[in-house]
T-cell receptor, first 113, second 115 residues
């Protein structure tokens, strides 16, 4: 059974810092990995998707990497802003399907002005 | 593209009552999913439709839960004889099969509180 772990559970940084969020998964047979953002009481916003054949994806100040063999992904946020404060969730699609996501518990990020 | 729409956004119900949630996916998306999320946890997969066919159901989906997608467009999730343990946010998501990577888009969720 796939298990996804996110470290740290919570992170507080001053505005302007670069930061890294970590995600690990136990079964490397995945189709893809997706990073989401969730604001309090809201749904999920897709940030980046990395297919299993890819090593990284970039969107603006966000960069996600994938090392499938070691079961790890990182989300790098450059020049953090208070508006980046949210919970960041990592999810992998695998177990024979490219549609069923297994999520971690998320990292709660607070960026202080 | 108006995104995935869910309603109601919030529902408070007494234990034992039935509740129904509706999801309208992104218009061209043929795949639709339901997830459940409790406080401090990541979402958990409940069920998946491709067009109108329900192709997978999680063991989390007890016989009190039923989901439909009658014409391959909107979907409903009904919970019968609600229990306090059903209190959670129910998330609907959609995607387009065959697109690169199958990016899944989520709605804002429907909060259920059972009292």
């Amino acid at each position: 059974k796939q298990e996804v772990t996110q470290i740290p559970a919570a992170l507080s940084v001053p505005e302007g810092e670069n930061l890294v969020l970590n995600c690990s998964f136990t079964d490397s047979a995945i189709y893809n990995l997706q990073w989401f953002r969730q604001d309090p009481g809201k749904g999920l916003t897709s940030l980046l998707l990395i297919q299993s054949s890819q090593r990284e994806q970039t969107s603006g100040r966000l960069n996600a990497s994938l090392d499938k063999s070691s079961g790890r992904s990182t989300l790098y946020i450059a020049a953090s802003q208070p508006g980046d404060s949210a919970t960041y969730l990592c999810a992998v699609a695998g177990g024979g399907s490219n549609y069923k996501l297994t999520f971690g518990k998320g990292t709660l990020l607070t960026v202080n002005p | 593209d108006t995104g995935v729409s869910q309603n109601p956004r919030h529902k408070i119900t007494k234990r034992g009552q039935n509740v129904t949630f509706r999801c309208d996916p992104i218009s061209e998306h043929n795949r639709l999913y339901w997830y459940r999320q409790t406080l401090g946890q990541g979402p958990e997969f409940l069920t998946y439709f491709q067009n109108e066919a329900q192709l997978e159901k999680s063991r989390l989906l007890s016989d009190r839960f039923s989901a439909e997608r009658p014409k391959g467009s909107f979907s409903t999730l009904e919970i019968q004889r609600t229990e306090q343990g059903d209190s959670a946010m129910y998330l609907c998501a959609s995607s387009l099969a065959g697109t690169s990577g199958n990016t899944i888009y989520f709605g804002e969720g429907s909060w259920l509180t059972v009292v």
